[in-house]
């Protein structure tokens, strides 16, 4: 959720008061940040692998995709987020600046694989040490600044 929101919504907002509300702070930025955090400062007896990362995106757009075809919305729009519109963007749609759905999916896809990839290298790390290591310091610090660059862009 953060990395998506920070890289491709984030840039795009038009209304920067919902850039600065709770809400977006809570649910996009402290949210994710602190499940990270818990993530790599929880220890883990069963074996994890990278493809788990990817089933709750998987969940999601199963929802949202049937809110969308159970003629349901998202507030004013039908799809939750630009990436998701099938109906403007097309599905397999490449003209930049306009790229179909299915490129989105893949993007976020391997992104999540290799976030995910790198936080099981962490917590093992931690897990073997017992310990918050630099890493994880490292990792809250990026994600802060991302926070900070996107709130001074909009100010």
Known sequence: TFIVFALLLAPFLELPSYFYSVTNLTLHNA???LG???YLGTKREHKINSFTSVTSGLYYLIFAYTVYFIRGNFGPTEFPYFFMDFKTNGWLTFAPPVFGVVYYF????FLLLAISY???KLSKIENSRKTVTLATLVLSLLAVTVILLNVILKL
């Open 106 to 109: 893949i993007l976020i896809f």
């Open 118 to 120: 790198v936080l099981i």
């Open 31 to 33: 949210a994710p940040i």
């Open 36 to 38: 990270i955090v818990t």
